[in-house]
């Protein structure tokens, strides 16, 4: 019986197992109390550092502090752009443990529209370094403040900030000179520095605030930070302040803007007003324009969206990216390139039957008038606008130094100094045409250049910076928003300037002043009944911009063609002629005739700018 139990349980070998198993496990136990010590020791001694500075991380951080963004003032100081306290709807994602919950909490509690999840749970990416706040909502109301405020437990990681929103007083109006600031996008982070706009949530998008965003940004400061393990700020260890970005002193007269801005009403149209002395830019309008304010803030999609496919083109800057062919406002340049290249003289005189022709061409080219003005010389041709004593001129002249002379005048590039994105438009050229078309040139492509059509394209940016030149009798300057700046050195960007226009006979600038006064006041200008009663001399010269090509044996007239197939109505002159204050440039488009819309509307500018009051306040406030 007891040889049976020995068989069934053996109690030595048993204990030896035990035995073997417990030395195992005590083995198991030591190895891994050496790990555990040896990790504890790597960790305390040789990584102290790292982890101190990762404690210390987690204990205190660094919080951006954004600079406030400089002013902006018109000549007179009055200001165009200021910033007003505001209250924004930030998020901190290491904060959150469900973004797209939150997020959806956040639209509800707000009203927000369907579409705004999606775009709120965008935005909170939009961050340049971890545990920065993302900004979701801006310009929160005081109802929204209070439910955010209610459901705070609902919403980890939400918070509401204060800051300082750009506003422009001037709306419509200025949108189109000053530009608007908007949200930085992902596009924009992939070239700004991030450290310089830590904090930051937008920037200059267009315009003055685009070109200026260096000056007007500003430099961002800091504070670090003691916060608790919810992330709470406990107390500020130390800190170092903003610095604003500096405040700006436009040019920009912004009664001028408003009043030009209410005579456009409404109308697909752009004018640019030039001091001719400094080059300062006293208006720059576009018209339609459009709310800047409007971008700041959470913008509706369908708004936006509306902008955009409005036919009228409100987000379309038409004073210095519009290209129009510059008709016969440029008569006057071309008269004066014909008489330093001794093409006419002043008494030259020439038989007008109402067409030119080539040598060896059957084509008329007509004048507007179909019977012709009779004996007309340059001043008489310019008064009137007489189509067939220029296409004489130029095909004379030649596109070849036609071309090379009026770029004297700024055609074909861009001049303005910070005038954002201004394009510089097409002044033809021979070796322009073999480039671009393969092609030669042919001589009724000269005549058609000579009166400011065919291939010729200017913006009317460009036909006011020529035209101050002109007023300036050929001294050169260059078109600029900026008058003043905090800082006065590296006022504006250095560019070489364009040399000025020297004559063999200064007297022909007078001729020239004396033919397009007589636009405006000589009993057969094409504008006579706009300068009637005008108690200083205008110098001017309407254009037609043509739109699209009538045939010149057919009676079509204008009126028959639909609306965006008229042609456009142009404008340029000074005044006053013996001590230019302001040249300017027009044009309506799909309005016919300069003479019938855009000289009336120049003669109302003009009476505005150049009131004894206006004119006092101008010297009173005159910019830098």
């Keep these: 019986m007891t040889e049976f139990r020995r068989q069934i349980k053996d109690p030595e070998k048993e204990s030896r197992i035990f035995l073997f198993r417990g030395r195992l496990l005590l083995f198991f136990v030591v190895l891994l109390m050496f790990v555990l010590l040896g990790r504890m020791a790597y960790l305390q001694v040789f990584q102290y550092d790292i982890y101190t500075l990762r404690s210390e991380r987690n204990r205190t951080s660094v919080e951006a502090i954004p600079p406030t963004r400089g002013l902006i003032y018109d000549r007179q100081g009055k200001l165009l752009a200021d910033n007003l306290p505001s209250h924004s709807l930030t998020l901190t994602r290491e904060l959150t443990e469900d973004v797209k919950l939150v997020v959806a909490r956040i639209c509800m509690l707000l009203e927000l529209d369907a579409a705004c999840q999606e775009t709120l749970t965008e935005r909170s990416y939009q961050r340049r370094r971890p545990f920065e706040p993302a900004l979701l909502v801006d310009q929160l109301t005081e109802e929204q403040i209070a439910r955010i405020a209610v459901n705070r437990h609902l919403l980890p990681g939400v918070d509401i900030s204060a800051q300082l929103l750009r506003n422009y007083p001037g709306g419509e109006a200025l949108s189109h000179a000053l530009g608007y600031v908007g949200r930085i996008s992902e596009e924009d982070m992939l070239t700004l520095d991030r450290r310089a706009y830590s904090g930051t949530h937008y920037l200059g998008k267009t ?60 109308r697909k149209a752009a004018v640019v007003a030039i001091e001719p002395k400094t080059g300062g830019i006293l208006s720059l309008v576009s018209s339609p324009g459009y709310d800047p304010n409007v971008f700041i803030g959470m913008l509706d999609s369908t708004e936006f969206n509306g902008l955009r496919r409005d036919p009228k083109l409100p987000l379309f800057d038409r004073a210095s990216r519009g290209q129009y062919a510059p008709g016969s406002t440029i008569k006057p340049m071309l008269g004066i390139a014909a008489l ?95 480039i671009t078309q393969k092609q030669p040139w042919f001589p009724g492509e000269t005549l058609s250049t000579g009166i400011g059509q065919g291939y010729w394209l200017t913006t009317p940016l460009q036909l006011a910076t020529a035209t101050a030149v002109l007023a300036n009798r050929g001294e050169w300057v260059q078109p600029r928003f900026l008058a003043s700046r905090a800082t006065e050195t590296g006022l504006l ?112 500018i003009l009476d505005f700018y150049l009131t004894p009051e206006r004119l006092a306040a101008k010297e009173t406030h005159r910019a830098p």
């Design 207 to 266: 315009g003055v605030e685009r070109f200026y965003e260096d000056q007007l940004h500003g430099k961002v400061g800091y504070r670090k930070v003691e916060t608790n393990a919810r992330g709470r700020v406990i107390k500020v260890v130390e800190s170092e302040l903003p610095i604003p970005g500096e405040d700006l002193v436009l040019y920009l007269d912004a009664e001028l803007q408003q009043k030009i801005y209410a005579l456009l009403d409404n």
């Design 340 to 434: 330093e290249n001794d093409i006419v003289t002043r008494d030259y005189e020439l038989l007008d039957r109402g067409y030119f022709q080539l040598p060896n061409d059957d084509r008329l080219y007509r004048n507007w008038k179909r019977t012709g003005h009779g004996t007309v010389d340059l001043a008489r041709a310019i008064a009137v606008s007489n189509n067939t004593f220029f296409y004489n001129l130029a095909y004379n002249l030649g596109i070849d130094e036609m071309s090379a002379f009026m770029r004297r005048f700024g055609f074909g590039e861009s001049t303005a100094l910070d005038v954002n994105s201004a394009r510089e438009g097409l002044m033809p050229s021979r070796e322009w045409k073999k």
């Design 493 to 604: 960007p250095k560019k070489v300037t364009k040399q000025d226009i020297q004559l063999k006979d200064n007297e022909n600038w007078n001729y020239i002043f004396d033919a397009m006064a007589d636009v405006m006041h000589g009993f057969e200008g094409t504008a006579r009944f706009s300068g009637r009663g005008a108690q200083y001399r205008i110098a001017g010269k309407t254009g037609t911009s043509q739109v699209y090509s009538l045939s010149q044996e057919k009676d079509t007239t204008e009126t028959e063609l639909p609306e965006h197939l008229r042609d456009h109505a142009v404008f340029v002159g000074f005044a006053p002629v013996e001590n230019p204050q302001i040249a300017l440039a027009i044009v309506v488009e799909n309005a016919g005739g300069g003479s019938k819309v855009a000289a009336p509307l120049a003669r109302q």
